[in-house]
């Protein structure tokens, strides 16, 4: 079984209008999969793009639930708008999937994950993991989510991505990107790793400032390298361009082009 992750910054333009979709990008990535299926098996999950994170930001769900009534109805109305736009936007990967004869199958994430100040706590991934023997292709989404300690939160894919890699085991766990793997620097300015062992991520996240608190000032790297760290104790990890045409299709054969973490 494969894992993989469609970032929010392949599927939409972040900085655009809000649900703005590339269709075009996601009918590649189902063509390319379907090269694969049914004799490979997918679990799919999603990022927010332009769809979760204009509503996250917008009712603040981060700070959680507050214990003043006028501020939580403002942010249990934006938890229930964000969950909305998410559906819609997963709405879009099944009807894209099916239409390729990929039988997408749309898994609420916030059904299944519960999650304490921002981490997750559990999940029952039991129907993940039957829909996978009936040859299904789950698909999932970063999403809000019940939190224990202050009442609600927002869910990362990567996050998903994580936990379902401890979990599922899955043999790869590709991450498709809107740049072309892991850099030694930022973005456009470092170099391109190709490979990239375990015991070397530590030493890249202090070259390239991830600092403990959490400032990241490379486009979003430092989390997924974060969580890459922790999947390579399970899986092999894959960084590929998720907008440019055969990277992911190299990633599943093993001879891509992008970075490899093992």
Same mark, same amino acid.
């Given at each position: 079984? #494969?894992?993989?992750?469609?970032?929010?910054?392949?599927?939409?333009?972040?900085?655009?209008?809000?649900?703005?979709?590339?269709?075009?990008?996601?009918?590649?990535?189902?063509?390319?999969?379907?090269?694969?299926?049914?004799?490979?098996?997918?679990?799919?999950?999603?990022?927010?793009?332009?769809?979760?994170?204009?509503?996250?930001?917008?009712?603040?769900?981060?700070?959680?639930?507050? %214990?003043?009534?006028?501020?939580?109805?403002?942010?249990?109305?934006?938890?229930?708008?964000?969950?909305?736009?998410?559906?819609?936007?997963?709405?879009?990967?099944?009807?894209?999937?099916?239409?390729?004869?990929? $039988?997408?199958?749309?898994?609420?994430?916030?059904?299944?994950? #519960?999650?304490?100040? %921002?981490?997750?706590?559990?999940?029952?991934?039991?129907?993940?993991?039957? @829909?996978?023997?009936?040859?299904?292709? $789950? #698909?999932?989404?970063?999403?809000?989510?019940?939190?224990?300690?202050?009442?609600?939160?927002?869910?990362?894919?990567?996050?998903?991505?994580?936990?379902?890699?401890?979990?599922?085991?899955?043999?790869?766990?590709?991450? @498709?990107?809107?740049?072309?793997?892991?850099?030694?620097?930022?973005?456009?300015?470092?170099?391109?790793?190709?490979?990239?062992?375990?015991?070397?991520? $530590?030493? @890249?996240?202090?070259? @390239?400032?991830?600092?403990?608190?959490?400032?990241?000032?490379?486009?979003?790297?430092?989390?997924?390298?974060?969580?890459?760290?922790?999947?390579?104790?399970?899986?092999?990890?894959?960084?590929?361009?998720?907008?440019? $045409?055969?990277?992911?299709?190299?990633?599943?054969?093993?001879?891509?082009?992008?970075?490899?973490?093992?």
């Amino acid at each position: 079984m #494969i894992l993989i992750k469609i970032g929010g910054s392949v599927f939409s333009d972040k900085r655009g209008e809000p649900e703005n979709f590339r269709t075009d990008v996601v009918e590649e990535i189902a063509r390319e999969l379907a090269e694969f299926y049914p004799d490979e098996k997918f679990v799919i999950v999603h990022g927010g793009g332009s769809f979760g994170h204009h509503y996250a930001k917008e009712y603040s769900i981060r700070e959680g639930l507050s %214990g003043s009534w006028g501020i939580d109805s403002w942010r249990r109305l934006g938890f229930s708008l964000t969950h909305q736009s998410m559906l819609r936007a997963n709405s879009k990967f099944v009807e894209i999937f099916t239409d390729h004869n990929l $039988p997408g199958f749309s898994i609420s994430t916030s059904s299944l994950f #519960i999650t304490e100040r %921002g981490e997750i706590l559990y999940a029952d991934i039991e129907v993940i993991e039957k @829909l996978l023997e009936l040859d299904f292709i $789950p #698909i999932l989404f970063g999403d809000v989510s019940v939190d224990v300690a202050q009442g609600i939160d927002i869910l990362s894919g990567d996050q998903i991505m994580a936990y379902l890699t401890k979990m599922l085991k899955p043999k790869k766990a590709i991450f @498709l990107m809107d740049v072309d793997g892991i850099y030694d620097g930022k973005p456009g300015e470092g170099t391109l790793i190709p490979e990239l062992a375990r015991e070397e991520v $530590p030493a @890249l996240l202090e070259r @390239l400032h991830c600092t403990a608190a959490g400032t990241d000032v490379t486009g979003g790297i430092c989390n997924k390298l974060r969580k890459a760290y922790e999947m390579a104790h399970y899986s092999e990890v894959w960084f590929v361009n998720g907008k440019v $045409p055969g990277r992911l299709s190299g990633a599943i054969r093993g001879d891509g082009f992008g970075t490899r973490l093992r």
